[in-house]
């Protein structure tokens, strides 16, 4: 398992996993813990369909990339001029083709055609959003134990190399970590001092940062299994020390507040077994015979017991 410091983000994203090449899972490329967590769904997984990214995803994207690597922005993201005209309609680009078109319309065609060319690749953001991004990253530089973790952690770490541990086939791993703390010591609640170089560290953001909101996202976005997976690759790229996973969630929403929570040992565990499971079914995975994965059972469906007594 080879470490990777300042690694090119658009390399990264560039080596995928392409599911059609199952059952080898060498030739269909580098498994992550994105792919992992894809494999709940494996009839999706098998029939993939290009979806553009979510705002929440957008959003968390910029979020991490101004706090963790800055130098790289504007590699990624350009902003739109605040006097740019509207957007051309179809009918002022009917009028363009017919040499009917006013002025100002024909100005306005001439500035997207030019700033579609020179976002090409980037995505694009107005001083609006880059300044609740800013507000954001403001929010993690003050809270004191994000912070601390930051100071104390490389960042944007990349991890690749053989799939560690057991396997059912040869293949290819790679895992991006935002936080890697060196050193630094935090406490818990009760007291307990925790040693920051025996654990891994996300940021992620959240529209619901309760303690039930929180909880909900490590199991619906399976944090406990991703987690687990990056422990396995950094334990098997020499840092057995780590056994640990912090996450720092932040609100999306105003007023962007931060909260830092270790992940527990024994979702942690749970995590490990999960990510060996979903491992052990891609190697299982066939695109050119799909049927096993319907859903055949022909059965009777009824209503929750609380529904019946709503009636």
């Given amino acids: 398992m080879t470490r990777l410091d300042n690694y090119n983000q658009v390399a990264y994203h560039q080596e995928r996993?392409?599911?059609?090449?199952?059952?080898?899972?060498?030739?269909?490329?580098?498994?992550?813990?994105?792919?992992?967590?894809?494999?709940?769904?494996?009839l999706k997984m098998m029939m993939p369909e290009e979806e553009p990214p979510?705002?929440?995803?957008?959003?968390?994207?910029?979020?991490?990339?101004?706090?963790?690597?800055?130098?790289?922005?504007?590699?990624y993201y350009i902003r739109l001029p605040a006097q740019a005209p509207k957007r051309p309609s179809a009918a002022q680009l009917k009028a363009r083709d017919k040499g009917t078109a006013s002025e100002s319309s024909l100005v306005a065609i001439s500035f997207w055609e030019n700033w579609e060319r020179q976002a090409l690749g980037k995505t694009t953001y107005d001083s609006t959003l880059m300044e609740k991004v800013r507000k954001s990253v403001n929010m993690l530089?003050?809270?004191?134990?994000?912070?601390?973790?930051?100071?104390?952690?490389?960042?944007?770490?990349?991890?690749?190399?053989?799939?560690?541990?057991?396997?059912?086939?040869?293949?290819?791993?790679?895992?991006?970590?935002d936080l890697l703390p060196r050193d630094g010591e935090l406490w818990t609640?009760?007291?307990?001092?925790?040693?920051?170089?025996?654990?891994?560290?996300?940021?992620?953001?959240?529209?619901?940062?309760?303690?039930?909101?929180?909880?909900?996202?490590?199991?619906?976005?399976?944090?406990?299994?991703?987690?687990a997976w990056y422990l396995r690759?950094?334990?098997?790229?020499?840092?057995?020390?780590?056994?640990?996973?912090?996450l720092i969630f932040q609100n999306s929403k105003h007023p962007r507040d931060v909260h830092v929570r270790i992940i527990d040992p024994e979702d942690l565990e749970a995590g490990a077994v999960l990510a060996q499971q979903r491992l052990d079914h891609l190697c299982q995975l066939n695109p050119e015979n799909i049927y096993p994965l319907f859903d055949n059972e022909f059965k009777v469906i009824s209503r929750e017991?609380?529904?019946?007594?709503?009636?």
């Fill in 189 to 227: 609640e009760d007291g307990t001092s925790l040693e920051l170089n025996e654990c891994v560290v996300d940021l992620k953001t959240s529209h619901n940062v309760s303690e039930h909101g929180m909880r909900t996202a490590i199991h619906t976005f399976e944090y406990f299994m991703k987690m």
């Fill in 54 to 75: 979510t705002d929440s995803m957008t959003w968390g994207s910029m979020v991490d990339m101004l706090w963790l690597t800055p130098d790289d922005w504007d590699n």
């Fill in 305 to 311: 017991s609380w529904m019946k007594k709503e009636q």
């Fill in 141 to 177: 530089n003050m809270h004191p134990q994000a912070q601390y973790i930051y100071e104390h952690s490389d960042k944007q770490i990349v991890l690749q190399g053989d799939i560690p541990g057991n396997c059912l086939q040869e293949g290819k791993a790679k895992c991006m970590i």
């Fill in 17 to 42: 996993f392409n599911p059609k090449k199952l059952p080898n899972l060498a030739e269909a490329g580098p498994v992550s813990a994105s792919i992992l967590s894809q494999a709940r769904n494996p």
């Fill in 233 to 246: 690759m950094l334990q098997a790229a020499g840092e057995t020390q780590r056994d640990k996973a912090i």
